[in-house]
């Protein structure tokens, strides 16, 4: 390649920074990268999917902040996809486009009664408790007694722990002011965790299920009925080490839990969610209790329970949204690609287009997956871009300074980043404390005091 490799890369979390770092070592620096974001903010899930006192999880934010910091690389904040720039705009700017959106929309659980207001995706929740300015002016009912987070994977656990902490337990992490405010006020009690499936199918990491058995403030219960494991379960227990470490962690409390505390979790296994009931406001959650068939199919007993819970937030899977224009598999919710290679509808790779991340691959796997994920997909496109000889139409800054876009560099973005750890310092709490709404954030970019 004569000239350095021009790359757009859509999206700012871990996939994307991980592509950009790829590219600027795949090429030895011999190449030009630009990040956008739709939010004046990088990093993604690391700074609003990652749980706020998951504080050595989010101290990654560090690293990838020295990717965005190497002198091929830029950051485009406030630059939406579909909104401010097309699909068309980017190959004409650009030798090569890597998509790295995620996964941003919850999957719902289809029974009667979840469109009933306090039915919520977890997302909207994480979001909310993690300072999302699409969420920033949400409000949740935390003035019910009972809870219902039906889910067993990590971000559920996350969920239930938020809720089962006090405000005070969260004051030095880096919550929205109005969150902890909120919180404050929470008159829940009695959180239940359900799954559909037994104790050895749950997705939650060992070190995630031991935090809930470590809160001072909230006891926790599991039925000794729903610990008994058919022989796969038990095999799988024997010989994987996660799902050994789960059961050991879920035994330990099957005993009486533990007295005086101010909350209660409830895990429940073997429970599907049939109905959420109500009127006008989720009143109850219908379960029905399951087991598995001869062919481990999760299948109905016939036997019903009633919680009667005021909220229910469902986390039951994630799914990626289309981009406009781009191939997108409406069946399992990816942009259908070979090594990162988009796919035409005829199967063959369409030119100069990738993706990276949960787009690429579905949600699965943690923070550092993404790295080997995004080095494959540059590689191919590295691979491709040596055989072409393509020649961009115009300058990104040409077009951006046609549509009079007010972009959020970097340099902003640090701005951004100081004010937060002022904010934190005025009010006594932590490192930092985030704004959450857009105005405060993008007033706090264009402050040049």
Same mark, same amino acid.
């Given at each position: +390649?004569?000239?350095?490799?021009?790359?757009?890369?859509?999206?700012?979390?871990?996939?994307?920074?991980?592509? /950009?770092?790829?590219?600027?070592?795949?090429?030895?620096?011999?190449?030009?990268?630009?990040?956008?974001?739709?939010?004046?903010?990088?990093?993604?899930?690391?700074?609003?999917?990652?749980?706020?006192?998951?504080?050595?999880?989010?101290?990654? /934010?560090?690293?990838?902040?020295?990717?965005?910091?190497?002198?091929?690389?830029?950051?485009?904040?406030?630059?939406?996809?579909?909104?401010?720039?097309?699909?068309?705009?980017?190959?004409?700017?650009?030798?090569?486009?890597?998509?790295?959106?995620?996964?941003?929309?919850? &999957?719902? +659980?289809?029974?009667?009664?979840?469109?009933?207001? !306090?039915?919520?995706?977890?997302?909207?929740?994480?979001?909310?408790?993690?300072?999302?300015?699409?969420?920033?002016?949400?409000?949740?009912?935390?003035?019910?007694? $009972?809870? /219902?987070?039906?889910?067993?994977?990590?971000?559920?656990?996350?969920?239930?722990?938020?809720?089962?902490?006090?405000?005070?337990?969260? &004051?030095?992490?880096?919550?929205?002011?109005?969150?902890?405010?909120?919180?404050?006020?929470?008159?829940?009690? @009695?959180?239940? +965790?359900?799954?559909?499936? !037994?104790? /050895?199918?749950?997705?939650?990491?060992?070190?995630?299920?031991?935090?809930?058995?470590?809160?001072?403030?909230?006891?926790?219960?599991?039925?000794?009925?729903? =610990?008994?494991?058919?022989?796969?379960?038990?095999?799988?227990?024997?010989?994987?080490?996660?799902? %050994? %470490?789960?059961?050991?962690?879920?035994?330990?409390?099957?005993?009486?839990?533990?007295?005086?505390?101010?909350?209660?979790?409830?895990?429940?296994?073997?429970?599907?969610?049939? $109905?959420?009931?109500?009127?006008? @406001?989720?009143?109850?959650?219908?379960?029905?209790?399951?087991?598995?068939?001869?062919?481990?199919?999760?299948? %109905?007993?016939? $036997?019903?329970?009633?919680?009667?819970?005021? +909220?229910?937030?469902?986390?039951? %899977?994630?799914?990626?949204?289309?981009?406009? !224009?781009?191939?997108?598999?409406?069946?399992?919710?990816?942009?259908?690609?070979?090594?990162?290679?988009?796919?035409?509808?005829?199967?063959?790779?369409?030119?100069?287009?990738?993706?990276?991340?949960?787009?690429? &691959?579905?949600?699965?796997?943690?923070?550092?997956?993404?790295?080997?994920?995004?080095?494959?997909?540059? &590689?191919?496109?590295? $691979?491709?871009?040596?055989?072409?000889?393509?020649?961009?139409?115009?300058?990104?800054?040409?077009?951006?300074?046609? @549509?009079?876009?007010?972009?959020?560099?970097?340099?902003?973005?640090?701005?951004?980043?100081?004010?937060?750890?002022?904010?934190?310092?005025?009010?006594?709490?932590?490192?930092?404390?985030?704004?959450?709404?857009?105005?405060? =954030?993008?007033?706090?970019?264009?402050?040049?005091?």
């Amino acid at each position: +390649m004569a000239s350095p490799v021009l790359v757009a890369v859509i999206g700012s979390g871990p996939a994307g920074i991980y592509a /950009a770092e790829a590219l600027v070592k795949q090429t030895d620096g011999d190449v030009r990268v630009d990040v956008f974001d739709r939010l004046p903010t990088p990093y993604g899930l690391v700074r609003y999917g990652v749980a706020p006192d998951h504080t050595s999880i989010k101290s990654i /934010a560090r690293y990838l902040q020295r990717v965005l910091e190497n002198p091929a690389v830029r950051f485009f904040g406030c630059v939406e996809l579909g909104r401010d720039i097309t699909r068309a705009d980017l190959l004409d700017c650009y030798d090569a486009v890597i998509y790295s959106t995620g996964a941003m929309v919850d &999957r719902q +659980m289809r029974i009667p009664g979840e469109e009933l207001p !306090g039915s919520i995706a977890a997302t909207d929740f994480v979001n909310w408790y993690c300072g999302h300015p699409d969420a920033a002016d949400h409000e949740f009912d935390l003035s019910v007694e $009972e809870v /219902a987070v039906v889910g067993v994977g990590n971000v559920a656990v996350d969920v239930v722990r938020i809720l089962a902490k006090s405000a005070g337990e969260l &004051r030095d992490t880096d919550v929205p002011e109005q969150v902890i405010e909120a919180l404050s006020r929470s008159k829940v009690k @009695r959180v239940h +965790m359900i799954g559909r499936r !037994g104790p /050895a199918q749950a997705k939650f990491t060992t070190k995630e299920a031991r935090e809930l058995g470590e809160l001072p403030n909230a006891s926790i219960h599991v039925r000794p009925e729903d =610990m008994d494991l058919d022989p796969a379960s038990a095999e799988l227990a024997a010989s994987d080490r996660k799902t %050994g %470490g789960n059961i050991k962690a879920l035994n330990a409390w099957t005993g009486e839990p533990a007295a005086g505390r101010a909350r209660h979790i409830d895990v429940r296994f073997w429970r599907a969610p049939v $109905e959420i009931l109500g009127t006008d @406001r989720v009143e109850g959650l219908k379960v029905e209790k399951t087991k598995l068939d001869e062919s481990g199919r999760v299948v %109905g007993t016939g $036997e019903f329970e009633t919680l009667p819970v005021g +909220m229910v937030l469902r986390s039951v %899977g994630y799914q990626s949204v289309p981009l406009d !224009g781009v191939p997108f598999d409406e069946r399992s919710y990816v942009v259908p690609n070979d090594g990162g290679r988009i796919l035409g509808p005829d199967g063959a790779p369409v030119p100069r287009e990738y993706v990276a991340g949960w787009i690429k &691959r579905g949600p699965s796997g943690v923070v550092g997956t993404n790295k080997s994920d995004a080095a494959e997909t540059v &590689r191919n496109l590295l $691979e491709d871009a040596a055989g072409t000889d393509s020649s961009p139409k115009r300058t990104i800054e040409e077009l951006l300074e046609s @549509r009079g876009l007010p972009v959020v560099t970097y340099e902003d973005w640090l701005k951004l980043d100081a004010a937060e750890i002022a904010l934190a310092q005025s009010l006594d709490r932590g490192e930092r404390v985030k704004l959450a709404r857009w105005e405060a =954030m993008t007033s706090a970019c264009r402050d040049d005091e």
